[in-house]
């Protein structure tokens, strides 16, 4: 077989980014509800990591941004009239209209979940898109999500697309932020779903914040995405660790290939994970490596606040592995510290990269939440769209989109403003043809 590759779609950041604390259960989110955000620069900040990355040789692409305001749901919601006077009307609803312009998809963790060909029965890629329904504001992405990944994601032959799962609270699913696979890209793999709840209760839960992701809906994707059941594990995350600002598993937890590197206190049973996740990853003759952090060198309080485990893991051609952090990991001494010892003696691990990504860090989302990891053959790679690939060449185009486009300022005032509509819809009409994307937003259909 050839030799497989993983390639990062991040999200791009939307024009509409701003601060509203939508996200109950993201401390970050919450803590700068209401601050000033600067739209421009967290689109050029996301941008610059993604030719970095690039650069250093890691295949990276992009998703772009979805419309917002989302129209559409305000009109579902009986506002009428022109697009002004429904924004003009919705904006006696500050938090409402917040929602329905939230740019939240940038952080296309949440976009979908991916099974790589690898690992299944037929041999394509599988998608399904994330219901995202625990928030209103991310409930609304999914149409567009679907229609993007079908775009990029096109030939029958090699890619599988189904649709986001019912969205009821039995079936809520938060994409790949909370599943993860272990094993080497071009061979079957072990995947990892992470939930944190049973839907139809009688098991732990968090008491502070919602735990968003379920079993029933994990163990749903499994059967769509026609994975062996010896080939997934299904565990719990740690209540605890949700009730404390976990409100994803990849706020605690990263994966690449052989290596698990994650919290003590991640999982219900970690020592039982990490047990089964080797006893399986033996059964394919595949080599298993977990690096746990313990809780007396990172408390989980400075993984949330530094997003230490929300980096990106990265394979290098000569065998070891790029951890990619926020800058903020770099500013807690205690984190940093770690950091340096396990680069110096992990072996795989040994090159420690930090990425300046505030504004998404203010709103909530690391270097993790930002990219959506997919598993692609030499045959799969060529045939996703090409326009979506990053190069020299599409980073200056994007840049110098971001700069025409984009505000470098932004709160919640601004959102009834119909001129910013204008303004975002003229930026996604021209993006969709810098992409060749075709008409993927409300506005064009």
């Known amino acids: 077989m050839k030799r497989s590759m993983e390639v990062n779609f991040d999200g791009l950041v939307g024009p509409t980014h701003h601060y509203a604390g939508l996200s109950f259960g993201n401390e970050a989110s919450t803590r700068h509800r209401n601050h000033d955000a600067n739209p421009r620069l967290a689109a050029q900040q996301g941008l610059l990591k993604m030719k970095s990355l690039s650069d250093a040789g890691f295949p990276q692409a992009v998703l772009p941004p979805h419309e917002r305001p989302h129209l559409p749901a305000l009109r579902q919601l009986g506002f009428s009239g022109t697009d002004g006077q429904i924004l003009a009307a919705a904006a006696r609803y500050p938090q409402l209209l917040s929602a329905v312009s939230s740019a939240s998809a940038m952080w296309v963790a949440n976009a979908a979940t991916v099974s790589p060909s690898a690992d299944s029965a037929d041999g394509r890629v599988h998608f399904t898109v994330a219901n995202l329904n625990n928030k209103f504001h991310r409930a609304l992405e999914a149409k567009t999500t679907g229609a993007v990944l079908a775009a990029i994601f096109a030939d029958g032959r090699y890619f599988q697309h189904h649709p986001p799962l019912p969205s009821v609270a039995l079936l809520g699913d938060e994409g790949a932020a909370n599943h993860s696979r272990l094993g080497r890209y071009d061979e079957p793999g072990i995947q990892l779903f992470v939930y944190g709840k049973d839907g139809y209760g009688g098991g732990a839960e968090p008491g502070r914040y919602p735990a968003r992701q379920t079993r029933e809906a994990s163990e749903a994707i499994i059967r769509l995405h026609q994975l062996a059941p010896e080939r997934t594990l299904l565990v ?3 209540p605890a660790v949700i009730d404390e600002g976990v409100f994803h598993n990849d706020v605690i937890a990263v994966s690449n290939e052989q290596v698990l590197f994650y919290h003590q206190h991640a999982f219900m049973d970690g020592v039982s994970v990490r047990d089964r996740l080797r006893r399986r990853l033996a059964l394919l003759q595949q080599d298993f490596l977990p690096v746990e952090v313990p809780a007396d060198r990172v408390s989980v309080a400075d993984a949330v606040q530094t997003y230490l485990f929300n980096s990106q893991l990265l394979s290098r051609q000569d065998g070891h592995m790029t951890l990619v952090v926020p800058e903020e990991a770099r ?17 795989v691990i040994d090159d420690i990269r930090v990425v300046d990504l505030r504004e998404s860090m203010r709103n909530g989302g690391g270097p993790a939440c930002l990219r959506l990891r997919i598993i692609l053959t030499q045959d799969e790679y060529r045939a996703v769209n090409p326009r979506v690939l990053m190069t020299e060449y599409l980073f200056l185009q994007l840049s110098q989109w971001v700069d ?4 470098d300022r932004l709160n919640q005032q601004d959102l009834a403003d119909p001129a910013l509509l204008n303004e975002v819809r003229t930026a ?9 994307l075709g008409s993927v937003y409300p506005f064009q259909q």
């Open 428 to 436: 996604l009409d021209e993006l969709t043809q810098l992409l060749d």
């Open 236 to 238: 719990q995350q740690n």
């Open 331 to 347: 500013r807690d001494a205690g984190v940093w510290r770690y950091l340096a010892e396990l680069a110096a003696e992990n072996g």
């Open 404 to 407: 025409r486009h984009y505000r």
